[in-house]
């Protein structure tokens, strides 16, 4: 089943037709990719279904030229949302996945996605609109899905603007460090020291040779503090911990998975989980030693990242982050790109609908600004009071 664009060839696959040959034409696609995003890896997806969502049966649609593969989405179908009220196909992103969107071509991103898009309107499917979230939303393929949206007289969508920080190695390195985090890094040194007390306190990064023992020393230090508390660390759930291992060994089967780790002497008290995509790194999961809490294991273990940058990730054009607004690494990642949901209308009447939709919307928050008045006018005075903000959060910890 498949429809053509510019000689474009568009077909719905399912888990059980993803062949060798097509697992190893998606890794050369992702390699390609105009947006690298490691959460749409054969090496990440196929996974996060068999071990995180085994009961999900997914609709990947491949864009190919010839025996070339030019375009690649995996979307679950959705019949109404809040977010769109008719039939849809939602990118699909797992429970552990920071980025969503489609991997394309970097030379056929329009062709691609037009043809994408056109297969998907067909009218014995239904779907009336793609739907993604955590979606790059000024990149080269919200560009192109905006151009879509706009040949059936739409407009798409952009929703939940977030900045994620990101690290660029080649403008990494100890000054980068010195003015991220400015009269703070002398207490981050204080810390190193008072480590030092312990053993000597060494960093590594490893971009091969992954083996068990390094996997399971994360798992063990991922899984303690409020993670264990919880029960939201990889160890919480079999599950969750046979995707880890899963994933990992195939990123590393290509030296694509990125750990680092913290030591002092033989003891590792902190440990990052990375992985690498289409020339980009992604930030996947912190673990530190609870224990050592208060010297701040986490920051000084990504601190060192920071200062290695330039030499263990010279290959890396950008390291994404993971990590939410307002979060520790933002101060020490200063780069920002801005991450969202789109909606893309892809039928006349999924424009209609979306534009009803945000009618109702509009009125709604019309009433409760309209009630939330009324009440403030029509409630007693109170007291002045003072009061402190407290945070529960530990300033001494990573985000992820």
């Known amino acids: 089943m498949g429809s053509s664009e510019t000689r474009l060839t568009v077909r719905q696959l399912g888990l059980g037709d993803l062949t060798p040959e097509r697992l190893a034409a998606w890794a050369v696609l992702e ?7 490691a959460f749409l890896s054969p090496h990440f997806v196929v996974p996060a279904f068999r071990h995180l969502d085994p009961d999900v049966t997914p609709v990947i649609l491949v864009v190919e030229r010839g025996a070339q593969l030019l375009g690649l989405g995996v979307f679950t179908e959705v019949l109404a949302s809040r977010v769109f009220p008719l039939p849809h196909l939602v990118g699909y992103c797992s429970r552990h996945s920071y980025l969503g969107g489609l991997l394309v071509d970097r030379d056929h991103v329009h062709d691609a996605v037009a043809a994408l898009c056109t297969h998907a309107r067909r009218r014995s499917f239904g779907w009336q609109a793609l739907v993604f979230s955590r979606i790059r939303t000024d990149g080269p393929i919200a560009s192109a899905l905006e151009q879509r949206a706009r040949s059936v007289g739409a407009t798409m969508q952009r929703t939940s603007p977030k900045e994620r920080a990101i690290l660029v190695p080649g403008e990494a390195g100890p000054d980068a460090l010195k003015a991220a985090l400015g009269k703070k890094l002398n207490e981050i040194q204080r810390c190193k020291r008072r480590l030092a007390e312990g053993g000597e306190v060494t960093w590594r990064c490893l971009r091969s040779g992954v083996n068990e023992k390094v996997v399971d020393t994360f798992l063990r230090l991922e899984d303690q503090g409020w993670k264990a508390e919880e029960k939201t660390s990889l160890r919480s759930t079999p599950a969750d911990q046979a995707f880890f291992h899963d994933a990992v060994a195939r990123f590393d089967g290509e030296s694509r998975a990125l750990f680092t780790e913290l030591r ?14 289409g020339g980009a790194g992604f930030a996947f999961k912190v673990g530190w030693d609870f ?3 208060k010297l701040g294991p986490g920051i000084l273990n990504e601190s060192e990242l920071v200062r290695a940058a330039p030499e263990v990730c010279a290959d890396l054009a950008w390291f994404d982050s993971g990590a939410q607004p307002d979060s520790f690494i933002d101060k020490l990642w200063p780069e920002r790109r801005e991450l969202g949901t789109l ?19 509009r009125v709604a928050q019309a009433a409760k600004r309209l009630r939330a008045s009324t009440t403030a006018r029509s409630a007693p005075s109170a007291p002045a009071t003072s009061a402190s903000a407290s945070s529960s959060n530990d300033p001494q910890a990573p985000d992820r």
Do not use: C
Request: aromatic share 2%; glycine share 10%; charged share 20%.
């Open 264 to 277: 002092v002497g033989d003891r590792v008290i902190a440990s990052t989980s990375n992985f690498v995509s």
């Open 291 to 293: 224990e050592l809490k």
């Open 343 to 361: 909606v893309v209308p892809l039928t006349r009447a999924g424009a209609a609908s979306l534009r009803l939709l945000g009618g109702l919307r």
């Open 31 to 37: 390699a390609r990719a105009a947006e690298p995003n």
